[in-house]
């Protein structure tokens, strides 16, 4: 998973607007976040509004 994702989440929590802005190095950053997504590295919880996956939020609980 891209570092910037886990850094800009506070308490786990990303916006779309934060992912979008870390993933723009992406030719498709769209698909990246499907990718993402599939994986479980980021989940859902509305639109718009995502949580790190269990294996990448624990490091962000560390870092709090």
Partial sequence: MDSCLIQNAIAG???Y???M???SQ???PH???TQLLARGDLIRVKKGLYVL???H???VRIHC
């Fill in 53 to 55: 996956g269990e294996k």
């Fill in 17 to 19: 607007g934060q992912v």
């Fill in 26 to 28: 992406y030719k498709a």
């Fill in 57 to 59: 939020y624990s490091a």
């Fill in 21 to 23: 802005s870390c993933l």
């Fill in 13 to 15: 929590v990303i916006d």
């Fill in 31 to 33: 698909r990246k976040v």
